[in-house]
Nanobody, 124 residues
Framework: QAQLVESGGGLVQAGDSLRLSCTAP????????MGWFRQAPGKEREFVAA????????VNSDSAKGRFAISRDTAKNTVYLQMNNLRPEDTAVYYC?????????????????WGQGTQVTVAS
């Protein structure tokens, strides 16, 4: 499986912004649907956002709408998650994942390839 590598996490204050990056092999980024998920301690992994391989379709979770945005730069083999106006409840490990091409899915089971995750901590 193609290796996905996340970066950009860290400790920030409420209201701050972060941009997460996920690098992937060119053949992965150009073919698969890419998604971001997060998992807080003691909670299940939850969907955040996804983007189709064409880059023309994005889906955001209710908690991310209006604050987070997913994008992809095929020239850099990278998918981004721009997170604005962060809240303490956004604290979690954020994962990048790849799914077979198609309409972006919110389901964890639709994604077959996962990165190791990057920690985001938002202090109040």
């Amino acid at each position: 499986q193609a290796q996905l590598v996340e970066s950009g996490g860290g400790l920030v204050q409420a209201g701050d912004s972060l941009r997460l990056s996920c690098t992937a092999p060119a053949r992965t980024l150009g073919w698969y649907t890419m998604g971001w998920f997060r998992q807080a301690p003691g909670k299940e992994r939850e969907f955040v956002a996804a983007i189709a391989r064409t880059g023309h379709s994005t889906v955001n979770s209710d908690s991310a709408k209006g604050r987070f945005a997913i994008s992809r730069d095929t020239a850099k083999n990278t998918v981004y998650l721009q997170m604005n106006n962060l809240r303490p409840e956004d604290t979690a490990v954020y994962y990048c994942a790849a799914a077979q091409p198609g309409s972006p899915s919110r389901e964890v089971g639709s994604y077959s390839n996962w990165g190791q995750g990057t920690q985001v901590t938002v202090a109040s």
